[in-house]
């Protein structure tokens, strides 16, 4: 069965980091895509960063120079690294995977809550 299991999200001051994993199973990870999204209160999801299965990233304009997105194939799973964290960032992040040769496999997670406050 296909999970994807979001962690790592918390509260953080202004110019802290927290660092998102995004574990999957059930899933040939080897061949999706991965991306995280974020939403906020009153807000459209929006894309924060997505990795290819070869390894080829892109980033919101919003976030780049502070976040980073990784995946190792060896335990399926994929991470966010967010550095100098500002209360605009504050958001519950989500995962999703996409299958590169089949797009309707395509899978989301639970979320996780990020709060970036004094």
């Known amino acids: 069965q296909v999970q994807l299991v979001e962690s790592g999200g918390g509260l953080v001051q202004p110019g802290g980091s927290l660092r998102l994993s995004c574990a999957t199973s059930?899933?040939?990870?080897?061949?999706?895509?991965v991306g995280w999204y974020r939403q906020a209160p009153g807000k459209q999801r929006e894309l924060v960063a997505t990795?290819?299965?070869?390894?080829?990233?892109n980033y919101a304009d919003s976030v780049k120079g502070r976040f980073t997105i990784s995946r190792d194939n060896a335990v399926n799973t994929v991470c966010l690294q967010m550095n100098n964290l500002q209360p605009e960032d504050t958001a519950v992040y989500y995962c999703?995977?996409?299958?590169?040769?089949?797009?309707?496999?395509?899978?989301w997670g639970q979320g996780t809550q990020v709060t970036v406050s004094s």
């Open positions: 999703n995977a996409r299958n590169e040769f089949l797009s309707v496999r395509n899978y």
């Open positions: 990795i290819t299965s070869g390894g080829t990233t």
């Open positions: 059930g899933i040939g990870f080897s061949i999706y895509a």
